[in-house]
């Protein structure tokens, strides 16, 4: 290639055509996961962290029941805070606050609807999520990157044939955002768990939980140089 088919701008023999293209595809979810934030308050420090200890215990050995659906089980950060009486003199310990964040991944989301019930059931126990995502080695990322060159590449020559001509070599192609996924609609729905009419000592029935479809995209850009047209 010659010198002038390099240049920035193009040039009469070698015309500069730059394009962009998008995708985007839908993909079901690979990865949920969920947080979970069990608390305990009690006047004495020993006792609340006993509290804090045996319902952390708890909820740690319900998630590891469900070894084959779990991928990870991580423990966040613990804290165990004491409360001081708003007023008098002196720092008087009113009540400790203990807290332990744990975050759990799954992959069968049969089994998630079940253990997010059984981990919410718990005493001062919170959880929040599911949070749904892909495997970080999904194809459907490469998949819209794929398709992306492909638009890209049918808008050069689309433009190209417009003039009468055709495209001659790539001279640069960039991707011009990072991969972005994005749930398509609400990431579950309740179903109809009738919580007022169960007996305090029959275990809660399972969330209906729906995963997404999540929508997966991305971006480029390319030059072409083109054979000089007929204009």
Known sequence: ????????????EAPLLTVHGEAEIDAEPEIARISVTITARG???????????????????????YADAVEHLTTGTITLTPELTPHGRGERVR?????????AELS?????????TRLADLELTQVDGPWWSLRPDSPAPAQARRQAVHEALR????YADALGTTIAALIELADTGADHTHPGRAPFERGGRRTALAHPDEPAQPLDLEPPRLHVSAQVSAQFTMRPPQI
């Open 108 to 116: 069968d989301f049969t089994a998630l609807a079940e253990l997010t």
């Open 95 to 103: 009540s400790h606050h203990g807290r332990v964040h744990l975050t």
């Open 43 to 65: 006047r004495d420090r020993r006792t609340t962290l006993d509290d804090l200890t045996r319902r952390n215990t708890t909820a740690l050995d319900l998630v590891k029941s």
């Open 155 to 158: 808008r050069a020559r689309e």
């Open 1 to 12: 290639m010659t010198p002038a088919a390099t240049s920035p701008h193009g040039t009469p």
